[in-house]
Nanobody
Framework: QVQLVESGGGVVQPGGSLRLSCTAS????????MTWRRQAPGNQRELVAG???????NYADSVKGRFTISLDNAQNTMYLQMNSLRPEDTGLYYC???????????WGQGTQITVSS
């Protein structure tokens, strides 16, 4: 069994920065891919950024140039550096991972980010 725990959420003013962390624990032999997804009230959950175990990344157009995803395989930890935050970045951010195989998908409990003046 694998567990994912996110941290780093909070309240920040527009233009500010935050860094999210997601640490995987349990029986881990290989990380195939990890992603950050977010859900704002009334909206569907959407992909923010993803990274493969080999380090290939992809981003939603809305965060390109502002957010940076990274993966520390030795620590089984994924990060999301978020700069130039906007009110529309507000939401519940979830960590998602494919570990040891392509199924099942593992999810964290979510961490809230609120961007407001």
């Amino acid at each position: 069994q694998v567990q994912l725990v996110e941290s780093g959420g909070g309240v920040v003013q527009p233009g500010g920065s935050l860094r999210l962390s997601c640490t995987a624990s349990g029986h881990i032999s290989k990380i195939y891919a990890m992603t950050w997804r977010r859900q704002a009230p009334g909206n569907q959950r959407e992909l923010v950024a993803g990274i493969t175990g080999a380090g290939k990344t992809n981003y939603a157009d809305s965060v390109k140039g502002r957010f940076t995803i990274s993966l520390d395989n030795a620590q089984n930890t994924m990060y999301l550096q978020m700069n130039s935050l906007r009110p529309e970045d507000t939401g519940l951010y979830y960590c998602n991972a494919l570990i040891n195989g392509m199924t099942p998908e593992y999810w964290g409990q979510g961490t809230q980010i609120t961007v407001s003046s």
